[in-house]
């Protein structure tokens, strides 16, 4: 059977109280009609004893006037004998129509009838005596049994007509309360049984109804933010409704997922590898329909010395802000193989934009990074300042501002510049990363303390950690764009092919822990596993901690790898040292030597060679590499 619909469930619903509204009516209006009959009998019975009492007393009237006129034999005396004669057929007329109004009783009344009229006849009888002064006959009559008889049924006759009228009244109370009684209960039982279903009826109904539209509010809810939504049952609007949702939300995110795999085609594929230079990069899209922003990053190279980075967002959503976001990246490459200034490169962008396209406003910072000595200079076009991180672990963010693209036509930009030590990082974003909480302040103090976590435990992906950190499991009201850009070695490029050098001062700790940073971050890229870095870290601490407490002067780190195998050698010019005392075994009690012989635990192969003028400990790092070109 089909199941009701929400118009069919409202109609039943107010159908039910309806039907039991109707019998109350009826009921009602039989109570009413059943009062107006016995009204109406009452009425016939009361003037049917009033018109029996009259006739009786008005018999009795006639015999005292022909009694009066036997004494006097003055015909004033038989004025009421006259007129109860005259009148005596009407009354009893009128008894009898009386009485067929009544439903029964009848025969009483013709027994009463009957004897007043014999009565009339006897008055008559003997008035006709009295005129006749036959004294005889008068005393014949009066004594005779025909009129003591008819005395005695004229009393018999009243008495029970009387007595009749007044059991049938009885009985028809009776039956009227049993009725009335009856109906009370009847109606007493409709109005419970009409509360009771009515209250059952929209109970069932509401409870089911109002469990449907909650389901039907949490299925908007979801879809709405991209979840899985339980399926709604049935053939009702509600279930309409849902079917409904999800074909819109099915159709939105179609446009949505269209517009994103547009946006990604837009964005950097992959990013370059650039020796001494380890790059992550972390794009969210804000789910809201198919409102896609217009967020990118972007590097490249410009030289051989020089790489370009770009980060940017586009005023706007959708499939415009997309495609002016891609023109924008592009824009600013083919800018910066003209003129590698970052001010002269927005400059021309800014030009571009002006001219082509109209209300069009997008920000950016554009940055050109030398890989020889770490120079970077940069330019900011209306874009949040990209963040430092010192070697030192400090987080700071870059000065400088400038007029977002797309204004002024003749708009001018200032070139800064910072230098990027081995070991020091630029966090590039866009503001939807700093806007979760609307709090623009807020959000960068966020963004600096999940920098600076990250920095101490750094991840295979640092830019999509830090993202991580900062959304912290909440919705992106804006599409967000992070680039991570760390330098693990200068003049990289100079190096051979799988290998990488370090020179570091053993007295300093601040270039200790720079270089260990640096070479750190480059392990971090070159493998899938962040489960290893942290056995990684104990070696590479442990190795610089023992050219820290046997070099006094500067030492030699070098990091080498070849297929899946990397291996970390620190060299230094100190005093000699050895891994194993003479009996082979290390010396646990020693109070040096301890660190070694935890490196050695972890790492793959441990091995410490004597040169000429020092040291130099190689160790094995438990790390399985991906496949990389440096």
Not at 67 to 85: C, T, W
Not at 267 to 292: I, K, N
Not at 594 to 605: K, T
Request: hydrophobic residues 45%.
């Amino acid at each position: 059977m089909k199941p009701l619909g929400l118009r069919q469930r409202t109609l039943l619903l107010s159908a039910v109280p309806l039907g039991f509204l109707v019998l109350l009516l009826g009921s009602a209006l039989f109570l009413q009609w059943r009062n107006a009959v016995e009204t109406d009998e009452s009425r016939n019975l009361t003037a049917l004893l009033s018109h029996a009492d009259q006739a009786a007393v008005s018999m009795d009237r006639a015999s005292r006037s022909v009694l009066a006129f036997d004494g006097s034999h003055r015909e004033s005396d038989l004025r009421d004998y006259e007129l109860v004669r005259r009148q005596l057929p009407g009354t009893l007329a009128t008894l009898a129509q009386l009485q067929n109004a009544l439903p029964r009783g009848r025969a009483a009344e013709l027994r009463f009838a009957r004897a007043l009229t014999q009565a009339l006849d006897v008055a008559s009888e003997y008035l006709g005596y009295a005129r006749a002064r036959n004294a005889t006959a008068k005393a014949r009559l009066a004594s005779s049994l025909r009129v003591r008889r008819l005395s005695v049924e004229i009393v018999a006759a009243r008495s029970d007509f009387n007595e009749r009228q007044r059991a049938l009244t009885l009985d028809r109370l009776r039956v009227v309360r049993r009725q009335i009684a009856i109906l009370t209960g009847a109606l007493i039982g409709i109005c419970a049984l009409g509360i009771v279903v009515t209250v059952l009826l929209a109970l069932r109904f509401g409870v089911n109804i109002a469990g449907r539209v909650d389901q039907l509010a949490e299925n908007a809810r979801r879809l709405a933010a991209g979840e899985e939504a339980q399926h709604i049952g049935g053939n009702d609007e509600i279930a309409e409704l849902d079917l409904v949702y999800r074909e819109m939300m099915r159709r939105t995110k179609r446009e949505h997922d269209m517009i994103t795999i547009l946006q990604r085609a837009l964005l950097p594929q992959r990013l370059p590898a650039v020796a001494g230079v380890r790059l992550d990069a972390c794009y969210v899209p804000a789910y809201s329909g198919a409102d896609v922003g217009g967020d990118w990053y972007d590097v490249f190279t410009i030289s051989d010395r020089l790489l370009g980075v770009s980060v940017g967002d586009v005023a706007g959503h959708g499939l415009r802000a997309a495609t002016i976001m891609g023109q924008a990246r592009q824009a600013l490459r083919t800018s910066s193989y003209v003129d590698d200034d970052p001010a002269t490169a927005l400059e021309h962008v800014n030009r571009l934009f002006c001219r082509a396209e109209s209300s069009v406003l997008l920000t950016a910072f554009f940055a050109t990074l030398d890989l020889s000595d770490g120079r970077m200079r940069y330019a900011l076009a209306g874009h949040p300042p990209p963040m430092m991180v010192r070697t030192g672990g400090e987080v700071e963010s870059l000065a400088g501002s400038g007029l977002m693209l797309g204004i002024e036509n003749r708009a001018v930009f200032e070139t800064h510049e910072v230098m990027l030590d081995e070991g020091s990082a630029i966090v590039l974003f866009t503001d939807g990363l700093v806007e979760m909480s609307r709090d623009y302040l807020a959000g960068r103090e966020e963004l600096r303390q999940a920098i600076e976590a990250e920095y101490r435990d750094a991840s295979q992906n640092i830019a999509q950690a830090i993202v991580k950190r900062v959304v912290a499991g909440r919705s992106a009201r804006d599409d967000i764009a992070l680039l991570f850009l760390c330098v693990t070695a200068l003049a990289a490029a100079d190096f051979p092919r799988q290998r990488m050098r370090w020179t570091i001062d053993a007295r300093s700790e601040r270039s200790t822990r720079r270089i260990k940073r640096a070479l750190l971050w480059q392990l971090g890229e070159m493998t899938d596993d962040d489960a290893q870095l942290p056995a990684v870290e104990l070696i590479v601490n442990e190795l610089l901690g023992n050219v820290a407490r046997h070099t006094p002067g500067p030492a030699e780190v070098e990091l080498e790898w070849s297929g899946e195998t990397a291996i970390v050698r620190v060299c230094d010019r100190g005093q000699p040292f050895a891994l194993r005392n003479g009996e082979g075994r290390i010396a646990l009690l020693a109070e040096d030597g301890r660190g070694l012989f935890l490196a050695q635990l972890v790492a793959l192969d441990l091995t410490v060679e004597r040169t000429g003028d020092g040291n130099c400990v190689s160790a094995t790092l438990p790390l399985k590499l991906r496949t990389v070109s440096r």
